[in-house]
């Protein structure tokens, strides 16, 4: 089994769609809803000049005034697009579309344009990523509090049972992650468990609504 760090070419899309960035907005968000896609990289005279998306689109659209028929792909992309070599560590891509909130990265080689890799390709990488965990984590481990099971029981053991079986699910998935990342050359959290259990506390109180300080 492989232990080197996933790249960014295991898991991008392979020749995206390409306009022109002479094309009329009208056209090109024609062309995203034909192609099913939500990026299209944009070149003017055989050079990239950006990207353009349906977040792009609605942000033009939303300005007075603004008529798509006259305006051009190239006036309404994001210019700048961030481009990445095809063998960068897919940690390092996820990691610079989180941070900066971008939806995608072009991956290109020596000027040629490869690839490209969204949001809803990392989404499939985490799932192929995540299925050796998973299968890790072995025989069912629900099957001891299953309903059927409880029948006739006290309460407070059945309680107990439960909660049992609940730490014993995150261990194991708390193991299993471990060996996945080990598995595929990810980085294991360094934290101090004192620092993660810290952390957990405060995400419980934001989802139960005892803490509202995220700004996000």
Known sequence: MSTHAPTVRQFMTLDPVT??????VADARQRLFQTHARHLPVYVGGHLVGILSDRDLARVAAVDGF??????AEQACTPSPYVVGPETPLAEVAQVLADQKFG????????HLLGIFTVIDALHALVTLLRPVTASLGADPHAATDPAH?????PRETALLHSQALHDDLAHAAAGVRVGLDTVGGSVDLRSDAGRRSEIRRAGRTVTG??????T
């Open 19 to 24: 306009i022109d960035g002479g094309l009329s």
């Open 210 to 215: 005892r803490d509202n300080s995220d700004k």
């Open 67 to 72: 008529e798509d028929k006259h305006a051009t």
């Open 150 to 154: 409880d029948h006739g029981r006290d």
């Open 104 to 111: 995608a990265a072009l991956v290109m080689q020596e000027g």
